[in-house]
């Protein structure tokens, strides 16, 4: 099993992951203002997403991982390290091809959505994706 490290980035490095989905080819860009989680192997970011906050919302984006890394279960670790990471419910736009994916970490369909998110939701579903959500389990395991 390789050897992966998953961490909320510093805002100081935000760069990086830019570079990262620059090279990817992956839509969208970190800000200093979102949470940035990244997967390291050894020295090399192999994958991320970032948290934001819309209006009070806690909203993930892009999910990515690099393509020789697939299949290794990588983004449901890095799922699973951001959802323990929140307080409250993180929503999320999926894409039709990933929505097993989500379901298998705990995310299940948004059947609303809060008006800042619903208006963001228009903008991107011609991209025909759906809303998830993942609320935290407040009762301990």
């Known amino acids: 099993m390789a050897d992966f490290r998953f961490c909320l980035l510093e805002p100081i490095k935000t760069p990086l992951v830019n570079k ?3 090279k990817n080819n992956a839509r969208g860009r970190a800000t200093k203002a979102d949470q940035v989680w990244v ?10 997403c970032r948290v ?6 806690l909203f993930l984006s892009t999910l990515y991982v690099d393509e020789m ?18 307080k409250g419910t ?8 990933l929505i097993d994916l989500y379901l298998q970490n705990g ?35």
């Open 90 to 97: 993180v929503f999320t736009f999926v894409y039709q091809n």
């Open 20 to 22: 990262f989905y620059d």
């Open 39 to 48: 997967v390291y192997k050894e020295l090399e970011i192999i994958a991320a």
């Open 69 to 86: 890394w697939r299949g290794q279960k990588v983004a449901s670790q890095l799922l699973t390290a951001v959802a323990d990471a929140q």
């Open 107 to 141: 995310f299940n369909y948004a059947l609303t959505l809060p008006n800042s998110l619903q208006s963001l939701f228009e903008v991107y579903a011609h991209r025909k994706v759906v809303a998830m959500h993942f609320t935290r389990d407040t009762v301990p395991s």
């Open 52 to 57: 934001q906050d819309q209006s009070g919302q």
